[in-house]
């Protein structure tokens, strides 16, 4: 089964709405880091969150991370036609050279 | 902010054809890394390079890929000969130190007609 597994896969919100999507990992992780991708595009990272830190907030996302239950959030407060895209989180994985690991991602639609 | 480059943004080709595709990683990272995204599908890791040479490779990565670091600046993947199949997103990351956050180009649309 995979590392990174993201939940819901689709989220289909009002603008203005907050938006929540969870990601659960498997093994232990040093970090974990969340990406968004708008459609056939590039994956801009978003935020990395470490295992000694619980959350973290830039601007409207707020990442937090829970190592006993192996999961991460990523909220986004007051969304926008423009947060339509799909968002990843990846874990590290394979020592020190840590690839990183993605799950299928949630599709988040924001309608205006 | 530096930023991860890729080129060519899309290439078609036709199966059994040569594709090499560029990427400029971020000047003071230390690793890179090639991934790709299947329409539809996740984004796979491929291959990571550290100090010129392969440090880790996936299944995907057989013998018709090579990655390469020519020139200190420059990592490209090479496709010796393509197959269908081979038709996806191809992203090059790299990230500086351990633990750090890797980031990724905007991707190569490869299309192996």
């Known amino acids: 089964s995979q590392q990174g597994e993201e939940d819901p896969q689709a989220l289909s919100i009002q603008e203005g709405e907050n938006a929540t999507m969870n990601c659960s990992y498997k093994?232990?992780?040093?970090?974990l880091q969340w990406y968004r991708q708008n459609s056939g595009r590039g994956l801009v990272h978003l935020n990395l969150i470490r295992s000694n830190e619980r959350e973290k907030h830039s601007g409207r996302l707020r990442v937090t991370l829970d190592t006993s239950k192996k999961s991460s959030s990523l909220l986004i407060t007051a969304s926008r036609a423009a947060d339509t895209a799909s968002y990843f989180c990846?874990?590290?994985?394979?020592?020190?050279?840590?690839?990183?690991?993605f799950g299928i991602g949630t599709k988040l639609q924001v309608i205006p | 902010e530096p930023e991860v480059t890729q080129t060519p943004s899309h290439q078609v080709t036709q199966m059994g054809q040569e594709v090499i595709l560029h990427c400029v990683p971020i000047?003071?990272?230390?690793?890179f890394y090639w991934y790709r995204q299947i329409l539809g599908q996740k984004v796979e890791f491929l291959v990571s390079?550290?100090?010129?040479?392969?440090?880790?490779k996936s299944e995907i990565f057989d013998d018709q890929f090579s990655v390469e670091r020519p020139d200190g600046s420059n990592f490209t993947l090479k496709i010796r000969s393509t197959k269908l199949e081979d038709s996806a997103m191809y992203f090059c990351?790299?990230?500086?130190?351990?633990?750090?956050?890797?980031?990724f180009g905007p991707g190569t649309r490869l299309l192996v007609l």
């Open positions: 000047s003071n990272h230390l690793y």
């Open positions: 093994t232990s992780i040093n970090n």
């Open positions: 390079f550290y100090n010129n040479e392969i440090s880790e």
């Open positions: 990351a790299s990230r500086g130190q351990v633990g750090e956050t890797q980031y």
């Open positions: 990846a874990t590290p994985e394979g020592g020190g050279y840590q690839k990183v690991t």
